[in-house]
Structure formats: structure tokens, C-alpha cells
């Protein structure tokens, strides 16, 4: 998602413009923390905002639900004690996402459940646009095991396929899981060997 903001805010912001950021760290499953201009810079979830105390103006709250509802992921943007503003993204599924789980559905697989980290109403687009039977949304990294963990119980096998990005680097044993790596970047764990 950075380097597609990056790539068209370039457009937009003019090279004075444009400030150094230091002590870069990303919060998993909520955003990422800098330093601009030695005033601290979040650029992540409404829920990261609240746990840092950051009020909402009425009219961000607005852009955030108005985003949300078109199924983008949203993003408040604040430096220091100002809130900035609120970016929206999308990332569009493949076309042949919808076409791989009727596979998997014709194959036997009994519930297609999407598992995401985005808001509620993001999860249930996405899932509605690929077919998924039932999308969980607003999950943290550690929420997503409790997740996995729930649809294993009963000895009922579940399998787990995810980017890796807040993807938790431990599944249930009787969970099966697989990983993609993104371009550039190696796979920092493996699948279990046994299930």
C-alpha cells in the first residue's frame, strides 16, 4: 500500500513540499509511526488514532465511513496533535480470485471464510465480490489466531492462506497454513511439516 500512496501523492505534492522522516516504525495490524519535523506522524486505522488519543474531526469521521462503505481500506493521517486527513485504498482482487475458490468449493471445501484486519464493511465487499461465504473484519494479528483457532474446533481442518504482512507467524497445529512471499522479500517462516 506505501508504494502505491507514495506513487500518486508524487503527483501531487511538490518537491518542497515533501519532508524526511526518521525513526520509522510500523504497528503491526494498525499503521506506522515517524518523526516528521520532530513532531510525531501516524498514518494508520481509526483504532490507532483512538489509542493514541487523537479525536476525530466530524468531517474525517465522514470520509472514514464514506471510504469504508466503497469498500476501500482507510488510513486517518495526523503530525503531532493535528489530524491531517484520511486516505483510502483499495486493493482489487484478482480476476481470477472468484474463479480459484469455486474450485476450491467444487472440490469439497464446506466454508470459504475471509479473515482480515480491515474494517467490517471492507471484509464483507471483498468478500462479496470474490464469493467468500463469511468475512471476519477488524481483526489484529492476535485476533486472527483466536479466529483460526475457533474454526478448528471440532476437529474440523481448516486451511489458512495469507500474504504474510500481519499474517501471525504461528497457526493452530491443526491448522494448515501456506504463504506467499512479496516481491522482494523472503518468507521470514514456514509452513508447519506436519499437521
Request: charged share 25%; proline share 5%; net charge negative.
Amino acid at each position: 500500500m506505501a508504494t502505491a500512496i507514495v506513487r500518486d501523492l508524487t503527483e501531487l505534492v511538490g518537491a518542497n513540499a515533501r519532508r524526511v522522516a526518521t525513526d520509522l516504525e510500523a504497528v503491526t495490524g494498525r499503521g506506522i509511526r515517524a518523526t516528521v519535523d520532530g513532531e510525531i506522524v501516524l498514518v494508520g486505522s481509526v483504532r490507532m488514532m483512538a489509542e493514541a488519543d487523537h479525536e476525530l474531526p466530524v468531517e474525517v469521521k465522514a470520509s472514514v465511513d464514506q471510504l469504508q462503505d466503497e469498500g476501500r481500506t482507510t488510513m486517518v493521517v495526523t503530525h503531532g496533535a493535528r489530524v491531517l486527513g484520511v486516505i483510502g485504498v483499495m486493493d482489487a482482487p484478482k480476476a481470477e480470485a472468484r474463479q480459484t475458490l469455486d474450485v476450491l468449493r467444487e472440490s469439497g471445501i464446506g466454508e470459504l471464510v475471509l479473515i482480515s484486519g480491515d474494517n467490517q464493511a471492507v471484509a464483507d465487499a471483498v468478500g462479496r465480490s470474490v464469493g467468500i461465504d463469511r468475512a471476519m473484519g477488524e481483526l489484529l494479528p492476535e485476533d486472527k489466531v483466536v479466529a483460526i483457532r475457533n474454526l478448528t474446533e471440532g476437529g474440523r481442518t481448516t486451511a489458512m492462506v495469507g500474504d504474510g504482512v500481519n499474517d501471525a507467524p504461528r497457526w493452530p497445529a491443526r491448522a494448515w497454513a501456506s504463504r506467499w512471499a512479496l516481491p522482494g522479500r523472503r518468507s521470514p517462516w514456514r509452513p508447519p511439516t506436519s499437521l
